[in-house]
């Protein structure tokens, strides 16, 4: 943030408060009934300050209708100050969208966050604060709710200390020990996402690189010497060019023969400019390198990230469990309906963002079309990956040192949303390692009610970049 717009002086302007930091507006005048009741409907419920991530300011639809903001206008405490939100912008019910406004104004520490109708000068909500969000100011509960404190959930419903927000840590289900899973030094660092296909353990790397491991006969895993997968293949955007920083790798129902989709945050050539990306491989392909048959760009449709805090972990649940369990589509604010979004696979994407641990769902088209379904907090200031445990039907998100190890998983619950089911620490035999993959096994694998679960560990402790442990199934 600049100097120039980090902190804004008073300029004469009345304070919507003077002690506490909510203002609620109350019924909009000089506006035709039925648009401001509508209008209404949106609610400023989030604003981050701090800088971490870029001076943000999220909206919230608690009506029963989808609202057009397109043309509103979103300003600081200075009048002059004017963000124009983009035509088409359309906000469904329930659903939360959140403005990058630092490349027009900065949010200070004594400052406020105003939203008007497109004429410039009807006010629908605002609110003012007197300190920097720490990590955000959040509304509880969404929409309706006073602002306070919380855990930063840009594009998805407040951490009000519910649910995920307020569950409280337990022991790992499973054993307390780990040991290695692979030979000394096979990969050095920055092996990130895992995902188990049966008897080939697929690991992402964020150097561009993805490995196809088999097992080594000991319990563990080692590079396939067949196929020209000896030391992984190179990966490339569409095209062949760049280096795509791959964080996470995930298959659907098909397995190899559909390809994998790996996350993306960013092309290793242009590592200062974010680039979050789903991108399919056909791991079936020869050669040394695998090109991208098909990226799908989401960079344009998230709030923005640093370039290295972008997608971390990628997976991906099918239709049927979805709409069989009542998930609510963001979109349109009624049960998933897989049929309403033509080919895509047969299931949701779920993306995991280091940045501020919000994790999105995306039915990604097969013409390369994308619709985000789902936004929700992890409960986590991070995501370093996501698997979804057909066994458990169970979403895991889990986090690095960051959150010291901590485990999370989710469920749909009977709002049609999901959240918060348990919150597990590390085993306690395994150290506070930069764990970023995460991968459990089968239930073909379950022996005596436990079955193994991977971890890799990005820093390469100890020249180990693979672990193992169990879990109960």
Known sequence: MTASIARRRRRGLTRFLVAGPLLTVGALTGVPAAHAAAADDIRINEVVTTGDVDDSIELYNKGTAIIDVSGWILRDDDNSSKYKIASGTTLAPGAYRAFDVHGKFGLGSDDEARLYLADGTTLVDGFAWSGHSDPSWSRCPDGTGVFGQA??????????????????????????????????DVFGEDLSGLYQEGSVLWGAQNSGRLWRLVRDGSGGWTPDTSGG??????????????????????????????????????????SGTSRLSVLKYDVTAGGSALISSREWNLTSDLPSTGSNLGFEGITW????????????????????????????????????????????????????AYTRVASLGSGMSGVMELQWEPQAARLWAVCDDTCDGLHRTLKVDTSGTFTTSAVYDRPSGMPDYNNEGFAPAGSDECVAGSKPVYWSDDSNDGGHALRKGTITC
């Open 229 to 270: 997968w000896s030391s992984g293949k190179a990966l490339r955007f569409p095209g062949g060019s760049g280096s795509p920083d791959s964080e996470g790798v995930t298959f659907t129902g098909s397995g190899a023969a559909g390809g994998a989709f790996v996350a993306s945050e960013r092309d290793g050539d242009a």
């Open 317 to 368: 649940i099918p239709d049927t469990y979805l709409s069989g369990a009542g998930f609510k589509d963001a979109t349109t604010g009624s049960v998933y309906d897989p049929a309403r979004y033509g080919a895509h696979g047969g299931g949701v994407f779920f993306v995991g963002v280091e940045g501020t641990g919000t994790i999105y769902g995306y039915v990604l088209a097969d013409s390369g």
């Open 151 to 184: 855990a930063l959930t840009l594009g998805a419903p407040n951490d009000c200390g519910t649910g995920g927000g307020s569950t409280a840590p337990v022991a790992w289900p499973g054993s307390s020990t780990v040991a290695t899973a692979d030979a000394s």
